[in-house]
């Protein structure tokens, strides 16, 4: 994965170096033909005896040259021959520049008569645009290295605002992000917290609406349902059968309804303990005449409450909108969890529809209205959620689909 602060950094890097190449190419052209070695070499060679004198001449002539300068040095001819010498012995070397004995550097000068001028200390910098090029190489790498912690300061703020804004995108409406220094990126970060500060009251204003709501459907529903009691002498049967069923499902919606938008605000599972999902699966089974049952027994932390609602919400899926038989079947899962597969002989839908199933209120075309809630399965997929596993609908590989819950344990 790409990241930010590396952008940054190799950015100031590219451009340090680029102006260290280009500082050295334009004084290799302008500036070192000012430093020609040729002017120094024949002062050098003014300013000494000439390669025929004797050698007490060419000693004094060098004396003269060096006075007043602690150094070593060494007067060669073409071939070698030490002509004159000041202090020990330097080595000769065809080097511009090679190492005494002892460590110490020796600069060497070939001068325009071809004798040959050796010192301990620098005579004169034979190319000084390499000089400057290394000198500018070694400021970069000082600056690439001094700025590397501040420029990771800067991606490690962005990386803190996008964990934000994922942890807001996954549905921690409670997610903010510091903010740090005075300039846009902080700036940046005060306007994701208003925004996700509004979002949270918005989205919870919203469910305690939806709550409030369903909880007083909840007082007429019952004055509704004691009036039809009253009245069952002297209705018409049938009238009377279509007001208990719609009574039925208005508060089975109302029940779901609470639920759901209690797991929305609730983020933690209330009820924690093991639970026999394979006896929980047959309670449930045993209120459908056409299910069938088989798996393997086995334990999971979870709610119980929560867990038969899901078991239960498969099962009335299956019976309103399935053909018999309903088959359930249990198994271990990847790490010790469970996994569910419900199905039976008559689920036929296209592939762009199955995700679309666990969408609230959601209906199939050509369903009537008066055919379940529509909130079961998008329920079972919260408690499987909220259990650490998720629910899916896919091809049973006979034409059919069939539904698939994995449990992993209460997160």
């Not at 150094?71 to 080595?91: E, H, K, M, Y």
């Not at 009820?271 to 049952?293: I, N």
């Not at 018999?324 to 199905?343: C, K």
Request: proline share 5%.
């Amino acid at each position: 994965m790409s990241r930010l602060y590396l952008h940054f950094y190799f950015a100031l890097l590219g451009s340090l170096f680029v102006f260290a190449i280009v500082a050295g190419c334009v004084w290799h052209l302008w500036i070192v033909p000012l430093h020609d070695n040729h002017a120094a070499e024949r002062l050098l060679q003014n300013a000494l005896a000439p390669a025929t004198a004797s050698a007490e001449q060419q000693q004094a002539s060098l004396r003269k040259l060096v006075a007043g300068i602690d150094a070593d040095v060494v007067l060669q001819a073409r071939d070698g021959t030490r002509f004159a010498a000041i202090g020990p012995p330097l080595p000769a070397d065809d080097a511009h520049a090679a190492h005494h004995a002892h460590g110490d550097m020796v600069w060497a000068l070939r001068l325009p008569d071809g004798r040959r001028l050796l010192a301990s200390v620098p005579i004169i910098h034979g190319r000084p645009e390499y000089v400057l090029l290394v000198m500018l190489l070694v400021i970069a790498l000082a600056v690439g290295v001094a700025a590397f912690p501040i420029v990771r300061h800067l991606a490690r703020r962005l990386e803190r605002l996008q964990a934000g804004v994922e942890s807001l995108g996954a549905g921690q409406l409670s997610t903010r992000v510091a903010v740090e220094g005075n300039d846009e990126i902080a700036r940046l970060a005060q306007s994701f917290n208003r925004a996700a500060g509004r979002i949270d009251e918005l989205v919870g204003a919203h469910k305690s609406l939806l709550a409030n709501a369903s909880h007083e459907l909840r007082t007429p529903l019952t004055r509704i349902r004691m009036a039809v009691e009253l009245m069952k002498e002297s209705a018409d049967p049938a009238r009377r059968t279509g007001l208990n069923r719609d009574i039925a499902e208005l508060d089975t919606l109302i029940d779901e309804i609470l639920l759901a938008s209690r797991l929305d605000a609730v983020a933690a599972t209330e009820v924690v303990e093991d639970v026999d999902l394979l006896a929980l699966a047959a309670e449930e089974c045993a209120r459908y005449p056409e299910s069938e049952l088989d798996g393997t027994p086995m334990q999971l932390r979870g709610d119980p409450r929560l867990l038969r609602r899901l078991l239960r919400n498969l099962l009335e899926n299956a019976r309103r909108h399935g053909v018999p038989p309903t088959r359930v079947h249990l198994s271990r899962g990847d790490y010790g969890g469970a996994r569910i597969v419900v199905s039976d002989e008559g689920r036929d839908l296209p592939a762009d529809q199955c995700e679309r199933l666990f969408a609230p209120f959601y209906r199939r075309n050509g369903e009537s209205d008066q055919v379940g809630t529509g909130l079961g399965l998008a329920l079972v997929r919260q408690i499987a959620r909220r259990h650490g596993g998720d629910a899916m609908c896919e091809p049973a590989g006979d034409g059919h689909v069939r539904f698939v819950v994995t449990l992993a344990g209460v997160r």
